[in-house]
């Protein structure tokens, strides 16, 4: 099954907002808002950042938050900061009780 | 706190079957609303859902990977079972094995994992 689509990468400066994409299908992104985002260091298992399109868990800086429109959730990341720099995966539900992934994406804070 | 542990074997041969087992402490495997997941990630490359089980048994599998894919689970013990047959190079992966919430007949978000195990593919 093909993964959701995110940018290789993308990077930002200390302080600056910067935005992920994760583009998905009418079968997925497109009608569920079952969307998830993971933040992942290096030699790290995944950390979870966002679920539901946009809800926080407890714990997570309030710099980061999520959006949907169509087929297409965000990533914002705010205030950025060097701890930020990791790769970042999308997941979403889609029908047929299966779960896809985005192919991940790289941030680097200069 | 709830906490996931994978283990099984770093090596496994070509044609063989690679098997991995996920320890919860902190909290009970016998959970409503909560399903078990397997998710690999190759060296250098990308997360894959494998599949979850739920602790009455009822499990789903990715679609490209389901012919080869058995995840049991022995509430026993608290712990959920990963076989993959027929492994090649390809299934060269970190493994890790997460909770997986479902809500409304829906699988949700993952969250916690375990820290991961390298399995390796070769003779």
């Known amino acids: 099954q093909s993964a959701l689509t995110q940018p290789a990468s993308v990077s930002g400066s200390p302080g600056q907002s910067i935005t992920i994409s994760c583009t998905g299908t009418?079968?997925?992104?497109?009608?569920?808002?079952?969307v998830s985002w993971y933040q992942q260091h290096p030699g790290k298992a995944p950390k979870l950042m966002i679920y539901?399109?946009?809800n926080r868990p407890s714990g997570v800086s309030n710099r980061f938050s999520g959006s949907k429109s169509g087929n297409t959730a965000s990533l914002i990341i705010s205030g950025l900061q060097a701890e930020d720099e990791a790769d970042y995966y999308c997941?979403?539900?889609?029908?047929?009780?299966?779960?896809?992934f985005g192919g991940g994406t790289e941030l680097t804070v200069l | 706190q709830l906490q996931l542990q994978e283990s099984g074997p770093g090596l496994v041969k070509p044609s063989e079957t690679l098997s991995l087992t996920c320890t919860v402490s902190?909290?009970?495997?016998?959970?409503?609303?909560?399903?078990w997941g397997w998710i690999r990630q190759p060296p250098g490359k990308g997360l894959e859902w494998i599949g979850s089980?739920?602790?009455?048994?009822?499990?789903y599998y990715n679609p490209s990977l389901r012919s080869r894919v058995t995840i049991s689970v022995d509430t026993s013990k608290n712990q959920f079972s990963l076989d993959l047959s027929s492994v090649t190079a390809a299934d060269t992966a970190v493994y890790y094995c997460?909770?997986?919430?479902?809500?409304?007949?829906?699988?949700?978000?993952?969250?916690?994992w375990g820290q991961g195990t390298l399995v390796t593919v070769s003779s």
């Open positions: 997460a909770r997986h919430v479902m809500l409304r007949g829906v699988f949700d978000w993952f969250d916690p």
């Open positions: 902190g909290g009970s495997i016998s959970s409503d609303s909560y399903y």
């Open positions: 089980i739920y602790y009455s048994g009822s499990t």
């Open positions: 009418s079968s997925d992104i497109g009608i569920y808002n079952y």
């Open positions: 539901d399109v946009s």
């Open positions: 997941t979403s539900y889609r029908t047929g009780s299966t779960v896809v």
